[in-house]
């Protein structure tokens, strides 16, 4: 995981409503795919209850939104998303509430069950929201999908077998780095953590083919040749930019408290890396390359036609 500190223009709101929800996590695996839970949350006789003139009631109930497909026991971030594209679609994403009293962080509880975000949502209710400068502190900030767009997220790198060579009609293989990211910044004078966590791949093989979108960063081929989830043929020799676009979902955390969902995505462009495509040839020869080495193909197997 790579952290640091970051600084940039941010506001404060009781909750932030753009279009798309997500969220972050990792890994993947076969595990079976989720069901959503049913689970409930205690409720206090003193929450949702202040007093502007005293400052924010340290024992208020905050509610939070949480990405529902992270740290599911037993079932992989990468099933979890797929179950929530079928539930959700393309652009949704599974949340669901979480419940804690603000002096008590131990007291966090899921409450019901997920369900597909929409833009009119927010991600913090908080009853101490627009009472700054009290005794008791002013109340939660919230990180936009603009605050988090802006953050210097780094892209993944795009890695290949053999250098990026490969032969025409051959499976040629790129993959991609995969890392969670964590930066730190301040809103309001509080400490606040935010957390990117790629979540798919979207390779552009500059062939003309349609790109390829995946919950999979890829990996190295076993042996020359090998279909991978990310390997590519070219239909023509030559040299090809590959590039690649890493989305990455976001949470936040103010003052070591829970992690909130930050709504929508980041798209982060890699630096393109260069395919060069080669036929291969087979030819009969009389000549020994040891007793000529300059006959065809010796000491350098790449021919010009």
Known sequence: MVSHETSFGVQAGKGCNPKVQ??????????????????????????????????????????????????????SMVDCLGAEESACGPDGQWLIRAAYRASDLNTLQRTGSPFCSTDTEPVVEDPAAGQTGT????????????DFRAL???????????????????NTNFFATEEDQTLTTTMLGQQVAIQAVPVQWTWDYGDGSEPLSNPYPGGPQVEFNQETTTSHVYEDTGQYAVGLTTSYRGQFSVNDGPWIAIPGT????????????????????????????????????????
């Open 152 to 170: 210097d997220i780094a892209p993944s790198e795009i890695e290949s077998d053999s250098g990026g060579f490969g032969l025409i009609r051959g």
């Open 22 to 75: 997500s969220g972050g996590g990792g890994g993947g695996g076969s595990e079976p795919s989720p069901e959503p839970s049913e689970k409930t949350v205690a409720s206090s006789d003193d929450a949702n209850t202040s007093d502007a003139s005293i400052g924010p009631d340290p024992n208020r109930t905050i509610v939070i939104s949480q990405v529902y497909c992270m740290d599911i026991e037993g079932v």
């Open 135 to 146: 005794p008791a502190g002013p109340p939660m900030p919230v990180v936009t999908l603009a």
């Open 266 to 305: 980041a798209e982060v462009p890699s630096e393109p890396v260069t395919a060069d495509i080669w036929r291969s040839t087979s030819k009969n020869v009389a000549e020994d390359c040891h007793e000529n080495p300059q006959g065809w193909a010796c000491g350098n197997p790449f021919v010009e036609d």
